[in-house]
């Protein structure tokens, strides 16, 4: 790299701040860059790749660093771009304005006290790299995708000039940044609509015993085709864990109301008539809950790999999926620190009704059946010794593609691959469909044409080939 000076202040920082750009919340990473970059300004980065782009240095953009895929916030032999610093928040009437570099918490702590919130994820620790990927939300059933809900990006490409992008200006990277991941430029600010609340919502974390796992997931079918349906206040987040250490399964469920009310409403009451063996349900602000859940679900194995697929919400499948889940992960008890996670959120027709009132994304679900709720079926696993992966992620890919070919069998399976909880070597993107791959190859070509984001950027879930 030619000698450049990239500020002095921006390049090397305290002992502390590197550490924190190089840690990650999910999946600690065992890579590692030859440089860390921690910038200040969006002009500091604008100079970064400019000067990265002219010496063809690989280079990594990092967040909060939640992704699970390898290289997707770091990198080996190249150059780290942490936005830790740049992680103010500014609010405005309709809209609050965010470094890339800030966690959610800090987004719902900001808006909290003035009964505002923004359509983004629910624990405090992930960041803003959901907005260019997906993103469930509390606010999701009535508002979208957090994707949808975004005002603005400011945004680095790769000639190193910093644009705006949004419905007027720039609106085809606008549109490609919704969906597209890390392929079309350093985001360094967003501007998220705000919404406005109550101040409080009513919501915790019921867990659930394995005996009443039966009953769990016919709620979480009534969540999917009910509840969030026809009261789109409702938010949940069924999730169910297992412990090699004990053998047990368990299911923690995120159950919320977004209007401060004492008890939950008849409409989720269903979640309350089973079973259950703990609940912290009670009125907290978005920032209180966010941190609860951080809590009870971050991840603390070293390795961690996630899988996803999407089907067509169908009750009986849904309960043969915890069964093999439950069934499968057994196998691995043995291998220390080995848990298993396994999730089921809905994309309910008014979140991609939303999506494309609010100008489109990329993602491509208005082109299938708009009268079904989707079912987003994720898995995840981790543990501890990465000698151990060569036994664990094959098995684990091996797995879900089971129960993907087992979707498809029983004519359940949509071809969407959610980018944010996708594995490493899924084809996230090019399950956006044929016409919206050939857009975004499009809009690639046009805001870099030397393919900057493609060769020099290689983590994380890049453009299919074109073809």
């Not at 701040?17 to 190089?22: K, N, P, Q, R, V």
């Not at 597209?180 to 919502?201: D, H, K, R």
């Not at 915890?322 to 008014?350: A, E, L, M």
Request: include cysteine.
């Amino acid at each position: 790299m030619r000698s450049s000076v990239l500020l002095a202040s921006a390049v090397y920082g305290s002992l502390s701040a590197m550490t924190t750009a190089l840690s990650t919340p999910e999946c600690p990473s065992i890579l590692d860059p030859s440089c860390v970059f921690l910038p200040e300004t969006s002009e500091h980065v604008s100079k970064a790749v400019q000067i990265l782009a002219e010496n063809d240095c690989k280079f990594s953009i990092k967040g909060a660093g939640h992704s699970a895929i390898p290289g997707a916030a770091n990198i080996h032999d190249g150059v780290m771009i942490a936005m830790a610093w740049m992680n103010s928040t500014d609010i405005q009437d309709d809209y609050i304005r965010v470094g890339a570099g800030a966690h959610l918490g800090e987004v719902y702590k900001a808006l909290d006290p003035h009964n505002k919130a923004a359509v983004v994820g629910r624990f405090s620790e992930v960041g803003l790299g959901m907005v260019v990927g997906a993103g469930i939300s509390f606010f999701s059933n009535s508002e979208g995708l957090a994707i949808d809900n975004v005002v603005n990006f400011e945004v680095v490409i790769a000639s190193g000039e910093v644009i705006n992008a949004n419905a007027t200006s720039n609106p085809d990277q606008f549109w490609a940044l919704k969906g597209g991941n890390n392929n079309f430029g350093v985001v360094t600010q967003y501007s998220l609509a705000t919404i406005n609340t109550a101040g409080m919502l009513h919501g915790g974390v019921i867990t659930y015993p394995e005996s009443s796992f039966d009953e769990v997931a016919d709620v979480i079918y009534d969540y999917h085709t009910h509840q969030a349906v026809d009261d789109i206040r409702t938010h949940s987040l069924p999730q169910y864990a297992y412990d090699g250490a004990t053998n047990e399964t368990t299911a923690g469920i995120l159950v919320a109301y977004n209007d401060a009310v004492d008890e939950l409403p008849e409409i989720m009451q269903p979640w309350l008539k089973v079973n259950y063996t703990t609940n912290t349900l009670g009125k907290k602000t978005y920032g209180e809950l966010a941190e609860e859940l951080n809590g009870r679900f971050a991840g603390d194995g070293f390795v961690y790999e996630q899988r996803v697929f999407t089907v067509y919400a169908d009750a009986q499948f849904y309960k043969d999926v915890w069964f093999k889940f439950r069934q499968w992960f057994q196998d691995y008890r043995d291998i220390p620190g080995f848990q298993g996670s396994h999730g089921n959120t809905p994309i309910t027709p008014r979140q991609v009704e939303e999506g494309v009132k609010k100008g489109g994304n990329a993602l491509g679900l208005q082109e299938g059946p708009q009268d079904k709720t989707l079912g987003i079926i994720y898995f995840g696993v981790t543990f501890q010794d990465p000698k151990d992966a060569d036994k664990v992620l094959p098995a684990h890919k091996e797995f879900v593609e089971s129960m993907r070919k087992l979707a498809e069998d029983r004519g359940v399976l949509h071809p969407y691959i959610m980018l944010t909880f996708s594995g490493y070597d899924q084809p996230a993107i090019a399950s956006y469909g044929e016409k919206n791959v050939a857009k975004l190859h499009e809009v690639s070509a046009m805001y870099d044409p030397k393919g900057v984001f493609q060769r020099l950027v290689p983590g994380g879930q890049k453009l299919p080939a074109r073809k």
